[in-house]
C-alpha cells in the first residue's frame, strides 16, 4: 500500500489516510456566516473524493475577524446547525473532519466588518494591513482569546472531530508572532516568548470551553518572508512549544500578502516545477515540534507527497488548489492512476468567489 493511504493515528485523532484538505475559502456561506446546502454539497463531494482528513475554509471567531465575502463563522450559536450539516456530511463519507478558525486582526478593511476598525497588535502601517489598525488593549486581547474558546465549543457541539487555529499568512495570531507586527512592550510583545503567549492563552481558552479533550491543530507559518518577520528558527521554536502542548499536528506554511513571489499560494506551479515549496521549513519544524507536521504548498504529484512521507520530512501531506479542480484526486491516485494533478495554479479559481459565485475551478475540465 501507497504511504499515502495507510490509516493514521495523529493524537486522538484517527483518519484513513495521510492526504489533508488542506483549509480552503470557498466563499459559499451566507452574509451571517451560516453554510448554505451549496457549501455542505462542496464538503460532501471533498469527503467521497478520499482525503483522510478536510479541513474548512477560514471560519471566522468574531465579526470583526473576518475577510473574505460569505465567509463561514463560529462566532454565534445560529451558525451552529449549518456547521453541524457540514460535519455530518463529511463523516458520512468517512473523512475526519476539522474547522479552521481563524481572526483577520489587522488584514481585513473596515467596510468588511460593519464599519469597525479593524484590530491588530499594534498600532503599525505595513505593507500587508489594507488600513492602519487599532491597538488591541490587554482586555481586548483576552476577549480575542475568549472568542477563540467559544467558537471552539460550538465547533465541538456541531460535531466536528477537531479544531484547527490559523497561526499563519499574516492574520492576527501571526500578527502577535511577528516582529514586524506585534511591537508590544507588555507581555504580549518583546521575545519570542511574549509573542507566543497569545496563541498559548487561545489554547487554553479552546481547552476550557471545549474541553482538554478537544483536539487542536496549530497551521504555522513557517516564515513570513518579510522583513524584520517572524522566522524559520522562531517558527521551530514554537512548533516545539506547542507539540509540548498535546497539539495534535502542526501544518507548516508561509508568507503574508507582503511577501510577493514567496506567498503562501504561488502561482506557476507544476510537477517537478516549484513543486513542495515549503518542503524545507516542514522539515526544519519536524524536528523540534513532538507532534505530527503536515507539510503544505505546491504539492501535485504523487511521488513527492509519498517521498514527504517515507523519507520523514512530514506525517501528513495537505493539498488545496489541486481539490478545487480534482476533488476525487485522492481517490482516482489511491485507485492507480497516478498521474500528477491537473491544477496549473492559476489561481483563477479565486475569482469567482470574490465576485460571489464561490470559489471554483474555471479551467476546462475543472470540476471544484
Not at 501507497?2 to 486522538?12: D, T
Not at 512521507?309 to 492507480?336: M, T
Amino acid at each position: 500500500m501507497s504511504a499515502l493511504f495507510e490509516p493514521v493515528r495523529i493524537g486522538a485523532l484517527e483518519a484513513r489516510n495521510r492526504v489533508v484538505r488542506s483549509a480552503t475559502w470557498l466563499g459559499m456561506a451566507d452574509e451571517r456566516g451560516r453554510a448554505t446546502g451549496e457549501l455542505v454539497d462542496r464538503y460532501a463531494a471533498l469527503g467521497r473524493g478520499g482525503a483522510g482528513i478536510v479541513i474548512t475554509g477560514y471560519t471566522a471567531v468574531d465579526p470583526a475577524g473576518r475577510q473574505m465575502p460569505r465567509m463561514l463563522g463560529a462566532w454565534a450559536d445560529d451558525q451552529v446547525p449549518g456547521l453541524a450539516r457540514v460535519a455530518r456530511a463529511l463523516a458520512e463519507t468517512g473523512a475526519t473532519a476539522g474547522v479552521q478558525l481563524v481572526h483577520a486582526g489587522g488584514q481585513t478593511r473596515s467596510a468588511w466588518i460593519g464599519g469597525a476598525s479593524p484590530v491588530a497588535p499594534s498600532f503599525v502601517d505595513v505593507p500587508q494591513y489594507p488600513e492602519m489598525p487599532r491597538e488591541l488593549s490587554a482586555e481586548g486581547v483576552a476577549a480575542a482569546a475568549a472568542a477563540f474558546g467559544r467558537a471552539a465549543e460550538r465547533v465541538r457541539r456541531a460535531g466536528f472531530a477537531f479544531v484547527q487555529i490559523h497561526a499563519a499568512h499574516g492574520y492576527l495570531v501571526n500578527q502577535f508572532l511577528s516582529p514586524a507586527t506585534n511591537h508590544r512592550t507588555d507581555r504580549y510583545g518583546g521575545d519570542l516568548r511574549g509573542r507566543f503567549r497569545f496563541l498559548q492563552e487561545v489554547l487554553a481558552a479552546v481547552a476550557a470551553a471545549a474541553g482538554p479533550d478537544f483536539p487542536v491543530a496549530v497551521k504555522l507559518s513557517g516564515a513570513d518572508f518579510v522583513p524584520g518577520g517572524f522566522e524559520a528558527g522562531e517558527a521551530a521554536r514554537v512548533a516545539g512549544w506547542l507539540g509540548a502542548r498535546g497539539i495534535a499536528f502542526v501544518e507548516v506554511s508561509g508568507g503574508t500578502p507582503a511577501s510577493g513571489r514567496l506567498g503562501p499560494v504561488r502561482p506557476g506551479v507544476a510537477p517537478g516545477e516549484g513543486e513542495a515549496y515549503f518542503r524545507d521549513l516542514a522539515r526544519r519544524v519536524r524536528l523540534e515540534a513532538g507532534c505530527a507536521v503536515a507539510a503544505v504548498g505546491g504539492l501535485r504529484s504523487p511521488e513527492v507527497l509519498e517521498e514527504l512521507l517515507v523519507l520523514g520530512e512530514a506525517d501528513l501531506v495537505a493539498l488545496s488548489r489541486p481539490l478545487i479542480r480534482e476533488p476525487d484526486l485522492p481517490a482516482r491516485w489511491q485507485r492507480g492512476d497516478r498521474s500528477p494533478a491537473a491544477c496549473v495554479s492559476c489561481n483563477g479559481c479565486f475569482g469567482p468567489g470574490r465576485a460571489g459565485h464561490g470559489v471554483r475551478c474555471v479551467r476546462p475540465g475543472g470540476t471544484g
